[in-house]
């Protein structure tokens, strides 16, 4: 396994919830902003949201009031809960995790699919 192990995708109806978790490790948690992008298919992966370490988040427009990233120290775990889905939304997410003088560090990505 990577230093980020995402979880949590899956299939759902339009206006249904979903919520993605990331796993790290200690270093990368404590050292590291945390996030989430997305790629549609046949679209670039684009910024979801951001968390950094005391906790200020960031939003991709499109996703404000719907989506919430949030952080659990004691799992190192990183979750971005998704609500009121749109088929737009459908994509494989990832979980980034970004430093101003590290490599930046990627996950697998978990497929999420927005269909009725």
Request: hydrophobic share 30%; with cysteine; glycine share 12%.
């Amino acid at each position: 396994q990577g230093e980020l192990v995402e979880s949590g995708g899956g299939l759902v109806q339009p206006g249904g919830s979903l919520r993605l978790s990331c796993a790290t490790t200690v270093r990368i948690f404590s050292l590291f902003e945390m996030g989430w992008y997305r790629q549609g298919p046949g679209k670039r992966r684009d910024l979801v949201a951001t968390i950094d370490k005391t906790g200020n988040t960031n939003y991709e427009d499109s996703v404000k009031g719907r989506f919430t990233i949030s952080r659990d120290q004691s799992k190192r775990t990183v979750y971005l809960q998704m609500n009121s889905l749109k088929p737009e939304d459908t994509g494989v997410y990832f979980c980034n995790a970004n430093h101003s003088f590290l490599p930046p560090r990627w996950g697998q990505g978990t497929q999420v699919t927005v269909t009725a």
